[in-house]
């Protein structure tokens, strides 16, 4: 069974301070998305990444795609309370299904 | 240059009713998947179609669960008699051309079933 384990599950924060949110998995992606969804709304895509080793900067937020592409970061500099939300990773091995994580919910504090 | 349409994004039905959710994909985009999520939960895949073709319904349950794309139209999930069970955030998500290819979100159905 694939799988992509999101942690942390949680995370609460102060306004300014910097955060790294991790995506693991034992598979090989041939893609692998970024999300954020905000209560009562759909997730919105924040970044695709494909090629292993890839970042890709987003104003405050960086995205990294493993060497291996079996597992990605997602870094945030000087947290917002605009930040807030579930940060959603997803991934395609090349076949049908694209398979979620669990998600990271974030919360930044004013 | 609008995206992901669903509707309703709200609907209630008492247990035994049937619920009806519509999606219609980004323009250009021939590929639907249906997710579904549980409150603090991420999300589940249900079932993947394209027009007029059902290509993977692993994820969908045997009973009372069903979707389509027609050629004309929104895709649909029917869900018939619904449990409290089925309450849930249901999503849409499309495709341009394959299922490899990112695939963005409609803003959901919730669904309350009473």
């Known amino acids: 069974t694939q799988l992509l384990e999101q942690s942390p599950q949680f995370l609460s924060i102060q306004e300014g301070e910097n955060l790294t949110v991790y995506c693991n998995s034992s598979?090989?992606?041939?893609?692998l998305q970024w999300y954020r969804q905000e209560p009562g709304e759909g997730p919105v895509l924040l970044v695709t990444v494909v090629t292993g080793g890839e970042v890709k900067k987003l104003k405050r937020l960086t995205f990294q795609f493993g060497d291996a592409r079996k597992d990605s970061s997602l870094h945030i500099t000087a947290a917002q309370t605009g930040d807030t939300g579930l940060y959603l990773c997803?991934?395609?091995?090349?076949?049908?299904?694209?398979?979620f994580g669990a998600g990271t919910r974030l919360f930044v504090k004013a | 240059n609008a995206g992901v349409m669903q509707n309703p994004r709200h609907l209630v039905r008492r247990r035994g009713q049937e619920a009806r959710l519509r999606c219609s994909p980004m323009k250009g985009h021939s590929h639907v998947y249906w997710y579904r999520q549980l409150p603090e939960e991420g999300l589940k895949f249900m079932v993947y179609?394209?027009?007029?073709?059902?290509?993977?319904e692993s994820g969908m349950p045997k009973e009372r669960f069903s979707a389509e794309f027609p050629k004309e139209g929104p895709s649909i999930l029917r869900i018939q008699q619904v449990v409290r069970g089925d309450s849930a955030a249901y999503f849409c998500a499309s495709s341009p051309r394959s299922a490899q290819e990112t695939q963005y979100f409609g803003p959901g159905t919730r669904l309350l079933v009473l």
């Open positions: 598979s090989v992606f041939s893609s």
């Open positions: 997803a991934g395609n091995t090349g076949g049908f299904k694209t398979i």
């Open positions: 179609l394209q027009k007029e073709n059902i290509i993977d």
